[in-house]
């Protein structure tokens, strides 16, 4: 046998042992993935058993609405006003009662303007009465007269902004938000402010400031964060309106555990000038957004939120919904996540199912391999974003040393709560490598945007199951990635409510889109809440009695 042909046969032997021992490796990853995923579904199980039995013993469920003014979508409301067949006051006095019925129960607004707000209402249906409001107005004023909220931690002039703090405690904003403005100049009157955890980073609203937001379809079970005061007094229509933040799913969670739509709109293109110590000049994750109970006021919304910057997302261009492509998720399989609960990929399938009978291509299932590693790109991100300056946030006077913190905590002698522990852990602990983390996010976003541009839309799954007890997030933290990925990436994202499942509580979906191209995302919500029924209140509706 020549030389050659005696190489040829080792090179072949050797690589068909590497390739035994790939496939080998392979079935054993499998395999430990798989045992990993099934303690994860029992664990859950058990954590839900167990904390079940302290929280259902304080059970409460929030009132019915009586007036029908409470349902209506805020575009419905600002249109009613114009037409002078509703009061403008009459609306605010409406939400403010509202209010004053549930938030006892849910502990969701923790600093209000009624009066204020009742004078500005009296003004402005003084004005049209005398005929000082043309229809020239109402066009520049698209929410005259109609009541909104924010969070703690948005600056509203006179109002609270510890952002769950005690050593911020009693302080106040010395002016609005660029937020808050926009939406006073498009006529809208604000009520209040919401809670926030602190310093907005956690996936539950508690603060030693202002206690515990409660949800409003079962108030034993916790509404997510950071704007979970905004989404719990939408769905419990104590407001048509709120604007949110979100950095790490700080809109999409609440709205997800509180079966109200979100969206998270395209980064930089919003001023974030009095949002928790920013001063306007960043380039940043974060970005405020509306939460509303009607698909039909997202747009509105976010036109008057872009200000100049519309014009960069062609909100006025019709979209042919059956000429959006359809590309589909149903489990990343991150590790780290909770496995997904079978009626919630039950859920993903009957909206490609759906949406196979409305779009011209069928939906196309896809496989990203590096999805999986969604919270160490978040991570990452974060951390370079917000590491520099958390410590000296949590403390003005003088920036926290984590380990003593860290220590004091266990003596019971801190003022943070354990997810701010938790957060602080996190900041120093080893951060993911900058050349792999930097290099896994180009690839995902240039791989999802192949996909995405220029009129396409990823439908993905919103959490592995609805809002769970609360508490409950600190024992399963990672389940926020499949949120923040998308904050990673920068893309837009409209969170979609479908209903609620067997134990009555609110499921949905999000929906992905291309940087700019925020009118698919809501084109798709939209299709998706007139074949599901989107926003479902946390009550009985009385319908009116036949005749």
Same mark, same amino acid.
């Given at each position: 046998?020549?030389?050659?042909?005696?190489?040829? =046969?080792?090179?072949?032997?050797?690589?068909?042992?590497?390739?035994?021992?790939?496939?080998?490796?392979?079935?054993?990853?499998? %395999?430990?993935? =798989?045992?990993?995923?099934? %303690?994860?579904?029992?664990?859950?199980?058990?954590?839900?058993?167990?904390?079940?039995?302290?929280?259902?013993?304080?059970?409460?469920?929030?009132?019915?609405?009586?007036?029908?003014?409470?349902?209506?979508?805020?575009?419905?409301?600002?249109?009613?006003?114009?037409?002078?067949? *509703?009061? /403008?006051?009459?609306?605010?006095? /409406?939400?403010?009662?509202?209010?004053?019925?549930?938030?006892?129960?849910?502990?969701?607004?923790?600093?209000?303007?009624?009066?204020?707000?009742?004078?500005?209402?009296?003004?402005? &249906?003084?004005?049209?009465?005398?005929?000082?409001?043309?229809?020239?107005?109402?066009?520049?004023?698209?929410?005259?007269?109609?009541?909104?909220?924010?969070?703690?931690?948005?600056?509203?002039?006179?109002?609270?902004?510890?952002?769950?703090?005690?050593?911020?405690?009693?302080?106040?904003?010395?002016? &609005?938000? &660029?937020?808050?403005?926009?939406?006073?100049?498009?006529?809208?009157?604000?009520?209040?402010?919401?809670?926030?955890?602190?310093?907005?980073?956690?996936?539950?609203?508690?603060?030693?400031?202002?206690?515990?937001?409660?949800?409003?379809?079962?108030?034993?079970?916790?509404?997510?964060?950071?704007?979970?005061?905004?989404?719990?007094?939408?769905?419990?229509?104590?407001?048509?309106?709120?604007?949110?933040?979100?950095?790490?799913?700080?809109?999409?969670?609440?709205? %997800?555990?509180?079966?109200?739509?979100?969206?998270?709109?395209?980064?930089?293109?919003?001023?974030?000038?009095?949002?928790?110590?920013?001063?306007?000049?960043?380039?940043?994750?974060?970005?405020?957004?509306?939460?509303?109970?009607?698909?039909?006021?997202?747009?509105?919304?976010?036109?008057?939120? *872009?200000?100049?910057?519309?014009?960069?997302?062609?909100?006025?261009?019709? *979209?042919?919904?059956?000429?959006?492509?359809?590309?589909? *998720?149903?489990?990343?399989?991150?590790?780290?996540?909770?496995?997904?609960?079978?009626?919630?990929?039950?859920?993903?399938?009957?909206?490609?199912?759906?949406?196979?009978?409305?779009?011209?291509?069928?939906?196309? =299932?896809?496989?990203?391999?590096?999805?999986?590693?969604?919270?160490?790109?978040?991570?990452?991100?974060?951390?370079?974003?917000?590491?520099?300056? %958390?410590?000296?946030?949590?403390?003005?006077?003088?920036?926290?040393?984590?380990?003593?913190?860290?220590?004091?905590?266990?003596?019971?002698?801190?003022?943070?709560?354990?997810?701010?522990?938790?957060?602080?852990?996190?900041?120093?602990?080893?951060?993911?490598?900058?050349?792999?983390?930097? =290099?896994?996010?180009?690839?995902?976003?240039?791989?999802?945007?192949?996909?995405?541009?220029?009129?396409?839309?990823?439908?993905?799954?919103?959490?592995?199951?609805?809002?769970?007890?609360?508490?409950?997030?600190?024992?399963?933290?990672?389940?926020?990635?499949?949120?923040?990925?998308?904050?990673?990436?920068?893309?837009?994202?409209?969170?979609?409510?479908?209903?609620?499942?067997?134990?009555?509580?609110?499921?949905?979906?999000?929906?992905?889109?291309?940087?700019?191209?925020?009118?698919?995302?809501?084109?798709?919500?939209?299709?998706?809440?007139?074949?599901?029924?989107?926003?479902?209140?946390?009550?009985?509706? &009385?319908?009116?009695?036949?005749?």
């Amino acid at each position: 046998m020549s030389q050659r042909k005696i190489y040829e =046969k080792k090179t072949n032997k050797h690589k068909e042992k590497r390739s035994r021992g790939r496939s080998c490796r392979k079935l054993i990853m499998s %395999f430990l993935l =798989k045992a990993w995923f099934m %303690f994860r579904y029992h664990f859950d199980l058990i954590v839900n058993y167990i904390f079940g039995l302290y929280y259902n013993s304080s059970l409460q469920y929030i009132p019915k609405v009586q007036d029908p003014l409470l349902l209506e979508s805020a575009i419905s409301l600002a249109e009613k006003i114009r037409k002078k067949e *509703v009061k /403008a006051e009459t609306v605010v006095q /409406a939400f403010i009662n509202r209010i004053k019925e549930v938030n006892y129960l849910l502990n969701a607004l923790v600093d209000d303007r009624f009066k204020a707000a009742l004078k500005e209402a009296q003004e402005i &249906d003084t004005d049209i009465k005398n005929g000082k409001i043309t229809e020239v107005d109402f066009m520049n004023k698209p929410f005259l007269g109609v009541p909104f909220i924010v969070k703690e931690s948005t600056s509203c002039k006179g109002l609270s902004n510890t952002f769950g703090l005690v050593s911020r405690q009693g302080k106040t904003a010395k002016e &609005d938000a &660029d937020v808050v403005v926009s939406m006073k100049n498009a006529g809208a009157i604000l009520l209040g402010v919401s809670n926030v955890p602190q310093l907005n980073m956690w996936q539950e609203t508690h603060n030693p400031v202002y206690g515990i937001t409660k949800n409003p379809y079962n108030t034993s079970r916790n509404v997510g964060g950071s704007s979970g005061g905004d989404a719990a007094l939408v769905a419990a229509c104590g407001t048509p309106m709120a604007i949110g933040t979100d950095i790490g799913g700080s809109i999409r969670i609440p709205a %997800f555990k509180c079966g109200v739509f979100g969206h998270k709109p395209t980064c930089n293109l919003i001023s974030l000038k009095g949002l928790t110590f920013r001063t306007g000049k960043e380039i940043s994750m974060v970005v405020p957004g509306p939460i509303v109970k009607k698909a039909e006021d997202l747009g509105p919304i976010l036109k008057v939120l *872009v200000g100049l910057n519309s014009m960069q997302l062609k909100l006025e261009d019709p *979209v042919d919904i059956s000429k959006v492509g359809i590309y589909y *998720v149903i489990d990343p399989e991150d590790p780290f996540v909770s496995p997904i609960r079978a009626d919630m990929k039950d859920l993903m399938n009957r909206v490609i199912g759906h949406l196979t009978g409305v779009s011209v291509d069928p939906p196309q =299932k896809v496989e990203l391999e590096n999805l999986k590693y969604g919270g160490i790109i978040w991570r990452f991100w974060v951390l370079k974003e917000l590491y520099p300056n %958390f410590f000296s946030h949590l403390n003005e006077e003088a920036p926290v040393n984590p380990y003593v913190e860290i220590i004091k905590f266990f003596l019971r002698l801190s003022t943070y709560t354990f997810a701010t522990i938790f957060n602080l852990i996190n900041c120093i602990l080893p951060h993911p490598n900058p050349e792999w983390t930097e =290099k896994v996010t180009n690839e995902l976003k240039t791989e999802i945007l192949a996909r995405l541009e220029p009129n396409n839309v990823l439908i993905y799954p919103s959490a592995p199951f609805p809002a769970s007890y609360h508490h409950t997030p600190l024992l399963r933290p990672w389940n926020i990635n499949l949120f923040s990925v998308w904050n990673a990436l920068k893309m837009p994202v409209t969170q979609v409510p479908l209903g609620l499942d067997y134990e009555g509580m609110p499921i949905g979906v999000q929906v992905v889109g291309a940087p700019f191209q925020d009118r698919i995302c809501l084109a798709v919500a939209k299709e998706l809440e007139r074949a599901f029924g989107g926003y479902v209140p946390p009550f009985v509706v &009385d319908t009116p009695s036949e005749c």
